[in-house]
């Protein structure tokens, strides 16, 4: 029987490991908006906070920086950051709809003016209607089927 006690290193390992590791000490280098973070499969959850952590340190540099008269006009994501950082706490179902949702409020912006743009919102009602009505409201009670 062969000795197994010496493996050889995957080196798909090594480069999946490498990557996942650039993606949450640079996450601006791989996501366009805080929501990609979320719905990233490599990532780990901790993989995720991390990255969000490390957006949400960027963003609050560049509002402090913004407020002081030394950004460039650009608006911070900060906001989007603290989103998909609540967003990771949320139930299977509910965090799919919020990164779709979030993804598509990152669209709007370049498709301003066009008719892209009306489609993109009309998906954001909806998914937001759908989200509401499925959601029971607090003074619904369930009912369990009886058995006969």
Known sequence: MADNSERVADPTNEVRRDTVQHKVEQPHAHFENP?????????????KVRALDALEQDARQMAVAS????????P??????????????????????????????GRLP??????TQALISG???ALEAA???LKPSADEVPVRPTGH
Request: hydrophobic share 50%; aromatic share 2%.
């Open 110 to 115: 370049q498709a301003h003016g066009t008719e």
């Open 67 to 74: 407020a002081e008269g030394m950004g460039g006009g650009e």
């Open 35 to 47: 929501a990609e973070v979320v719905i990233d499969p490599a990532l780990s959850k901790e993989d």
């Open 76 to 105: 911070t994501a900060l906001a989007d950051v603290l989103i998909a950082k609540d967003t990771l706490e949320l139930p299977p179902f509910d965090l799919a709809v919020s990164a779709v949702i979030q993804t598509l409020r």
């Open 131 to 133: 989200c509401a009505a």
């Open 123 to 125: 998906a954001i009602d």
